[in-house]
């Protein structure tokens, strides 16, 4: 069994940034893919960024690309969403996710387990 524990959330002004970590255990191997997914109030869940554990191949959803970046690396398992630049609707609840296989996508069915989800809410 895999478990995912995302961090780093909070409330951040217009421009500003933020860190958000997920933490992995459980047997994981350095190719399976880890996605970032975000949810607004009312809406479906959207791909944001992805990356494998090893840190590479990444792949960044149109709508962040040059303002946040993926990475891996640091602590074991662990994979970070750096946001800059935040926009209001930047604002949602933050879920990262892993494959049961190598290669990252963009496509939520392919992810089988999921952390608790972490909210940012970016004010103007």
């Known amino acids: 069994q895999v478990q995912l524990v995302e961090s780093g959330g909070g409330l951040v002004q217009v421009g500003g940034s933020l860190r958000l970590s997920c933490a992995a255990s459980?047997?994981?191997?350095?190719?399976?893919?880890v996605g970032w997914f975000r949810q607004a109030p009312g809406k479906e869940r959207d791909f944001v960024a992805a990356?494998?554990?090893?840190?590479?191949?990444?792949y960044l959803g149109n709508s962040v690309k040059g303002r946040f970046t993926i990475s891996s690396g640091g602590a074991k398992n662990t994979v970070y969403l750096q946001m800059d630049s935040l926009k209001p609707e930047d604002t949602a609840v933050y879920y990262c996710?892993?494959?049961?296989?190598?290669?990252?996508?963009?496509?939520?069915?392919?992810?089988?387990?999921w952390g608790q989800g972490t909210q940012v809410t970016v004010s103007s």
């Open positions: 990356i494998t554990w090893s840190g590479a191949p990444t």
């Open positions: 459980g047997r994981i191997f350095s190719t399976y893919g």
């Open positions: 996710a892993t494959r049961r296989y190598s290669g990252i996508s963009s496509n939520v069915n392919e992810y089988a387990y």
